[in-house]
DNA sequence: TTGACAAGTGACCTTTCGTTCACTATAATA
DNA sequence: TATTATAGTGAACGAAAGGTCACTTGTCAA
């Protein structure tokens, strides 16, 4: 038996809860989709609520492990062409793997509902990129890549736009090649505008 | 009797739908808060799932109406400072607005469920403020306001970051006034690098 | 070998859901 | 005045929801 089952009734949950929301998911077909019964599910989690908390959990370790920790930061780029490059390596994947599109898509249905679902959507969505931009732009500023602003501004103005094409994948899948160039589009824009030449 | 129970049916809709999405919703609250019984909801739809697609048909022709027809489009700045006035306007009006924040978390709420729900949103979030501010940029900078440069760009660089915080003060109203604030900054910081002195 | 425990089953419970229906009160119409 | 359509009531229904429980099964330690 044992054998992660706690661990996959997460991972389908994340499923479900990221196409139904909470409510709109129920035990039943959750445990269906792992090849359990109803009640078998009660035996790792003691409610419906419990599972929803445990994912929460989840994200928000992944979150801090992964995007909120200094040492995961990427490195900044050495050149305009390696601040698209960076930037379109970070779309690509982030449009593209299937659990951290459903975790965009849990937090995205739940934040109205769920104080923490609220406060990470809101640093999945915003200020978590333009924190991390704004030290990359801060060290470009430095070494003369990019025109003296302020890189608050800056990030919010470069990771803003790049996150609606985001939310936009997540919405219409089939729309993400046109996004991607999108996306790449707008980068290349940026830094003709804000690039500096030396 | 009478007395427009129909249209007060789906502007309760809209409220409770925007609170818990359309899966969280009951008949029986939803008729509770208009002071009715449940059954008295069924005398004007027949069913839930009619309460959701008269709400949506209703919002697309509110959006169809207000801002997808040539009239009532936004007359063009006649000043840098003019622009920045037009956008706080439109931000105040937005975060503000009960109907239109209400309108705005539902098409979250549902996009990934239902399909004109997802058009819209991209509609909403997206493609319709673009298209607003290109026509905008388009004649600024036939003007001399602006630099010349792709219009398409540069309202998507415009009104995305503006979108991004309207949809944080929908997550965390309490944080409204700071989000009117950056946008004005964000706008401000706009004018300045595309604007044209003349 | 045995005992204990974790993991899974299936029947069952209660509550809540969306929906229906026979009925009543009201107001307009013929 | 009699009729009829409209709006609303309250009881009831079947389905589905979340959750419980006695029971079985497989695994491992003593």
Chains 1, 2 share one sequence.
Not at 7 to 19: K, N, V
Not at 82 to 106: C, P
Request: glycine content about 6%; proline content about 3%.
């Amino acid at each position: 038996m044992a054998n992660g089952t706690k661990e996959r009734i997460l991972a389908a949950a994340l499923e479900m809860f990221s196409q139904n929301g909470y409510a709109g998911t129920n035990i039943r077909e959750l445990s269906a989709s792992l090849g359990l019964v109803k009640s078998g599910v009660y035996k790792h989690f003691e409610s419906k609520e419990a599972i929803w908390n445990a994912l929460l959990d989840q994200m928000i370790t992944y979150y801090a492990d992964h995007f909120g920790s200094a040492e995961h930061l990427p490195t900044v780029p050495d050149s305009l062409e390696g601040l698209v490059t960076m930037t379109m390596q970070m779309v690509y994947f982030t449009v593209h793997d299937e659990k951290v599109i459903m975790t965009r898509k849990v937090l995205t249905l739940e934040q109205f509902r769920d104080a923490r679902a609220r406060e990470l959507a809101t640093k999945h969505f915003l200020t978590g990129l333009t924190d991390i931009f704004t030290r990359i732009f801060t060290s470009m500023m430095d070494k003369g890549l990019l025109r003296k602003d302020n890189p608050e501004m800056l990030a919010f103005a470069y990771t803003a736009p790049i996150s609606a094409l985001i939310h936009m994948c997540d919405r219409e899948p089939e729309k993400t090649e046109e996004a991607i160039r999108q996306a790449e589009a707008f980068s290349r824009h940026f830094i003709r505008v804000y690039g500096q030449e030396d």
